[in-house]
């Protein structure tokens, strides 16, 4: 993870954010787009597996990006329970339900890859991480406990 910077460097949020596409054009279907709370949960559905792969990075910790991690592979699951109902109703056609099944599919396997790979790391998560300055300062303040209050250094 030392590569990535923000959650649009994530591989997971990248293939979710397609997911979230994939919906949204399916859902400009005139047959689908009758069905006002069927688009309302699939998208909503679907939304939240990019953000909460969002929140969980942006919250710092290996714990919190476990948590959303979980949230997002739960709201993938869901989203593609609906492409079935989406299917079922003749909303998309084989072809779409198959690529949006897969999708979910992949996802989901990437976001319990990235859950695996966080449990054993050692990595505590972003908020811990001090930057350089900040270590510096933690430091200076060290070595000043240790000095005599009298000296030299403690002038500048």
Known sequence: MSSVKSFEDLFVWQKARELVNLVYNYAKKQEFSRDYGLIDQIR??????????????????????????????????????????????????????????????????????????????THKGLKFKKPINEKQEELDELIKSYLPSNHPSLNN
Do not use: H, P, W
Request: charged share 25%; with cysteine.
């Open 44 to 121: 909503r559905a679907s939304v939240s597996v990019m953000s909460n792969i969002a929140e969980g990075f942006e919250r710092g910790g290996k714990e919190e990006i476990i948590y959303f991690l979980y949230v997002a592979k739960a709201s993938c699951g869901e989203t593609r329970a609906q492409f079935y109902v989406a299917f079922d109703q003749k909303y998309i056609n084989e072809k779409e339900f198959k690529i949006g099944v897969e999708l979910t599919k992949y996802v989901s396997a990437l976001i319990s890859k990235f859950i695996e790979s966080l449990k054993v790391s």
